[in-house]
């Protein structure tokens, strides 16, 4: 099974700033690589595929980026509906495997 | 728009088989991947497997012995079987609409819409 590690497992931020969240995979897997959002007590939601492309109606402040094993999550400006926890979810190959998820807080 | 919605009982007793069904509504489920996702309490997302609309099916190893899932086209529905659960099978479980989409010649696969979760309990 191919491991997802991101990091940090959690993190304080305010409203406003830019925040950047990190995943890495075991091994190689090009750009198959989604990100989702969770709020407590809801399903995920799906954000963004390919790394970097992002699924219609998500703002814009959102970007990924990323290939081979090291991906990055960004929200450039972060809103109040912004703080959950986000994972990153590897499509390379299955099991398709998640990152243990980056609780995002409220400093 | 598409909705999904899990049923099922919330309690199942240790050794038996925990039994969900995954309604699609604004759909039809004869297109799209179709799957199970579990969250135990506290804890990440596991993928349980998934169901293509034609019967196809591509499970979790590590759940592979014990899963069985299916489709019924006439209700628009999709199934998840989990035999001989543990306390280790508590959890939220979701199902959620598989999608790929063809950037450059890559298959990129994804969950873009998913349920709101069912809590299933294994106790006695």
């Known amino acids: 099974d191919i491991e997802m590690t991101q990091s940090p497992s959690s993190l304080s931020a305010s409203v406003g700033d830019r925040v950047t969240i990190t995943c890495r995979a075991s091994?190689?897997?090009?750009?198959?690589l989604n990100w989702y959002q969770q709020k407590p007590g809801k399903a995920p939601k799906f954000l963004i595929y390919g790394a970097s492309s992002l699924q219609s109606g998500v703002p814009s402040r959102f970007s990924g980026s990323g290939s081979g094993t090291d991906f990055t999550l960004t929200i450039s400006s972060l809103q109040p509906e912004d703080f959950a926890t986000y994972y990153c979810q590897q499509s390379y190959s299955t099991p398709y495997t998640f990152g243990q998820g980056t609780m995002l807080e409220i400093k | 728009q598409v909705q999904l919605q899990e049923s099922g009982p919330g309690l199942v007793k240790p050794s038996e088989t925990l039994s969900l069904t995954c309604t699609v509504s604004g759909v039809s489920i004869s297109s799209y991947y179709w799957s199970w996702i579990r969250q135990p309490p506290g804890k990440g997302l596991e993928w349980i497997g998934y169901?293509?609309?034609?019967?196809?099916?591509n499970y979790n190893p590590s759940l592979k012995s014990r899963v069985t899932t299916s489709v019924d086209t006439s209700k628009n529905q999709f199934s998840l079987k989990l035999r001989s659960v543990t306390a280790a099978d508590t959890a939220v479980y979701y199902c959620a609409r598989g999608l790929v989409t063809t950037v450059t010649k890559r298959n990129y696969y994804y969950m873009d819409v998913w349920g709101k979760g069912t809590t299933v309990t294994v106790s006695s």
């Open positions: 169901i293509y609309y034609s019967g196809s099916t």
């Open positions: 091994q190689s897997i090009s750009t198959y």
